[in-house]
């Protein structure tokens, strides 16, 4: 199966700073998903946006959708060190199917 | 708490052996899936159920089996068909499609002795 690519894989910025995240994807989309995973821990679902939505906002989150150039940025404001952790996309097209994107790995420093 | 617990948090294997990777879930949720996870390489689908007694292989079913007996529970058996098994596996849940939120156990390492 095709998977969405991240970029940049790995992005280290100071605490305060806000960070940037892309993904893009190959197929059409019902949905599409960003979610966080901390080192040897399972993902955690932190927004959805769908297909006709452009932007979402979830607390210092924000989420765009470009569907004409099939791509989405995940904003993170006013880092944190607890920030600290990969963020992958995940695109949903058809039933059933579900695309993970290998991840952007964010290091906030303190 | 609702959650998904996969158990053990670390498996050994030795060549030639089958193992089966544990995952119990108490969300209700009707959806279940395992996901095998390499470095550099994001999430890839094992196995995946929508309902009970049925299941359906994903991208990379070769060398595993599932089975869905129960609602809660969804274990992966690696079996000694599967040449590279070493890699970091993932349980998730849905409440139905998979274009609903995944929730996610902390996952299963399992080596190779």
């Known amino acids: 199966s095709q998977q969405g690519e991240e970029d940049p894989q790995a992005l280290s910025i100071q605490e305060g700073e806000n960070a940037t995240m892309n993904c893009s994807y190959k197929t059409s989309i019902n949905n599409l998903q960003w979610y966080r995973q901390n080192s040897g821990r399972g993902l955690v679902h932190l927004i959805l946006?769908?297909?006709?939505?452009r932007e979402k906002h979830s607390g210092r989150l924000r989420v765009t959708l470009d569907t004409s150039k099939k791509s989405s940025s995940l904003l993170i404001t006013a880092s944190r060190a607890a920030d600290t952790a990969s963020y992958f996309c995940?695109?949903?097209?058809?039933?059933?199917?579900?695309?993970f994107g290998i991840g952007t790995k964010l290091q906030v420093i303190p | 708490d609702g959650g998904i617990t996969q158990s053990p948090k670390y498996l050994f294997r030795k060549e030639g052996q089958n193992v089966t990777l544990s995952c119990e879930q108490n969300l209700n949720h009707d959806a279940m899936y395992w996901y095998r996870q390499d470095p550099g390489q994001g999430l890839r689908l094992i196995y995946y159920?929508?309902?009970?007694?049925?299941?359906q292989k994903g991208d990379i079913a070769e060398g595993y089996s599932v089975s869905r007996e129960k609602k809660e529970s969804f274990p992966l058996t690696v079996t000694s068909a599967q040449k590279n098994p070493t890699a970091f596996y993932l349980c998730?849940?849905?409440?139905?499609?998979?274009?609903?939120?995944?929730?996610f156990g902390d996952g299963t390492r399992l080596s190779i002795l």
């Open positions: 995940a695109n949903t097209g058809g039933y059933q199917k579900v695309t």
């Open positions: 946006i769908r297909s006709n939505e």
């Open positions: 998730a849940s849905s409440k139905g499609a998979s274009n609903q939120p995944q929730h």
């Open positions: 159920s929508q309902i009970v007694n049925d299941f």
